[in-house]
């Protein structure tokens, strides 16, 4: 397989030209057959070893990592922060280094401070993935939307993507801002202004204080959960507020194209960012999603891991 | 003992020289300053082509001792002072113990009398334990040798209380010095709210918290008549809050680093931690106002904020990372660049880094008139270097300006009349 891919770790959607993104992109469509097999596992990466590092709680991220190494047949360790040295004071470092030593090909790396998966590469000579650091990136998710959007929208560019709720902490959509911008589309954000910051525009987003600016017209809309666990101190003054004037609902979505898509990265606070009539509507593609990330991981994994045997 | 520094360009503001002279020391004073002078019982220094200035003044650093040794000593952070040009430095008092009471202001004199190659000045707290609460006894601090306060790293977050400490100040005539920072607003920041907390995806510290606080100050001059300094100035919005302060006439005096003027957020990109700093390295809009101000007058000193981490403090994930940045090596080369670019004079940069600081302080120095402590710099500017780890003697090796080609040196520093520090 000839596939164009310049980088050494995926660090965030910053640092990936264009091609680097629409070959991970066919990489994993074409991986996404694997996957639909009756025994779903190939061996690209028997004897390779894929290290989970999660400082962060996670569901989704770490499963379809999980997943993604055992069906390219790759060992994998499971690493959280709980119930490991890191309660005894080791450092990031060590705990890398020490793992490393064991014979860690690649890590990945969910942790609650940005940057620290670039802290981690600088000093490692095992790949690095970021599944997510801070509020700043996660990239597998914007390539996993980005290739749910190309499936079923046949393009990335020309498109109106808006993104609506707790922009400020969202690392979901700070890397989605900055993947759809490259690839040739327009992203509008909305939400409560206390979790909006006009910086984005530094990013090429378009800040929009009223909800329907961004929603009107729009090709794909995702919802973000809002972090409450991020704020410190509150950031608006109730849920119900939220729901009324910031949530998700049929209404609302009638403002965008017809044919819009409607995603949300997970996990989901239904009643809050998305009104529970909405969970069997047929924009809805949020699971399509789930099933994308799995092929993207992979995609990632052979494409760093080289998949020589 | 006598030197006699022969033939090189005399700059001192102080005294509006900017001349040709011979310099003659003795006995630990300026003794005669004119033109060939007999070298008669001297040990002659060449200084043709070098540049002869009152001996460099650093009114901002962190010394780590007592307490964080680990970092920097007295020894070693007066030593990078020497090599740097600086003939005395102004230790700030968040040290472990803070300079709180006499009895640490004593300490850090007692080892500075010892270990110190430069001149130390202690800068005592102007809240116990830098709380924000109670004052310090602020008699007492300067009977023991304390020449100003300020509780530096940390703001006093309540006007009233600053508002105190500025009344009280005026019975024994001690300068405060303000680290102007608002913390309600860069609680939780890292960077530059802007460009570098968009990018990196960090919480941002707002210019207008540094303004906000800046303000504040003034205000408080206005009604206490107290002389307030304002530490390291980063923004453009605390720029225009001085210079209207310094038109009304109110007694306000400020300093910026080298690094403010030097360079921008941008070089926190990629998560530099050896570029994360309090205040943050700002916009290139902000940058140009600080020039600006370093040229028009605005600024009064520039002072390094020279803060030594190691390793176990800088080597790890950003955001738990220490604020701080070394500079007492590198502030005359990055002021001297400023000169050949045409942002300030020569003799400008003098004032900022030796007459201004003395003044504000309230020190001997700054001066070449004869009578003076013979604490002079002697600086090459044309001499080419590189900054490097291995050769900075700051025990802190957290420079943003590691691997840069610096234009101009100190070649030979001079404290009462003992050459401290040269190079061949």
Known sequence: ?309 | MKILLKGGRVIDPSQGLDQVLDVLLEDGQISTLGQGLSTQGAKVIDCQGLLVTPGLIDMHVHLREPGEEWKETIASGTKAAAAGGFTAVACMPNTKPPNDEAEVTRYILEKAQKEAATRVYPIACITKGQKGEVLTEFGELKQAGAVALSDDGRPVPEAAVMRLALEYAKNFDLPIISHAEELSLSEGGQVNEGLASATLGMKGIPAEGEAVAIFREVMLARLTGTPVHIAHVSTKLGVEIIRKAKKEGLPVTAETAPHYFTLTEEATFGYNTYAKVNPPLRSAEDRAAVLEALADGTLDVIATDHAPHSDLEKEIEFELAAFGLIGLETALPLTLKLVSEGVISLFRAIELLSTNPARILRIPGGTLKPGSPADVTIIDPERKWVVTKEDLHSKGKNSPFLGWEMSGQAVFTIVGGEIVFSRG
């Open chain 1, 1 to 309: 397989m000839s596939v164009l891919f310049s980088q050494r770790h995926l660090l965030d959607i910053t640092s990936l030209t264009p091609d680097d993104i629409v070959s991970v992109l066919d990489l994993a469509d074409s991986l996404k057959e694997v996957l639909r097999r009756p025994i779903p596992k190939v061996p690209t990466l028997r004897g390779k070893l894929v290290t989970n590092l999660f400082f962060e709680p996670s569901t989704r991220t770490r499963l379809s990592f999980e997943k993604a190494a055992k069906t390219l047949s790759a060992d994998t360790f499971n690493f959280t922060a709980r119930m490991s040295s890191v309660e005894k004071g080791e450092t990031l470092l060590d705990t890398v280094l020490n793992l490393e030593a064991m014979g860690t090909d690649l890590f990945v790396i969910r942790h609650p401070k940005a940057g620290a998966p670039h802290f981690i590469a600088k000093h490692t000579k095992a790949r690095v993935i970021n599944a997510g650091d801070g509020f700043h990136a996660h990239p597998t998710q914007a390539l996993l939307d980005m290739l749910t959007v190309r499936q079923k929208k046949g393009t990335l560019s020309g498109l109106k993507v808006a993104i609506i709720g707790d922009i400020r902490h969202s690392r979901v959509a700070h890397s989605n801002i900055v993947g759809f911008r490259k690839m040739g589309s327009e992203v509008y954000v909305s939400g409560p202004a206390t979790m909006l910051p006009p910086e984005r525009e530094a990013l090429g987003a378009r800040v929009c204080y009223r909800l329907e600016e961004a929603l009107y017209g729009a090709d794909v809309v995702m919802a973000l959960r809002v972090q409450k666990e991020r704020h410190g101190r509150p950031l608006f003054p109730s849920l119900r507020e939220y729901a009324i004037y910031f949530g998700l609902n049929r209404q609302r979505l009638e403002l965008a194209k017809e044919d819009c898509l409607l995603m949300h990265p997970g996990p989901i606070n239904w009643g809050v960012e998305l009104h529970p009539e909405l969970q069997n509507d047929p924009r809805n593609v949020i699971l399509e999603q789930v099933e994308n990330g799995v092929a993207i991981r992979m995609a990632l994994l052979v494409l760093l891991l080289g998949g020589g045997a």
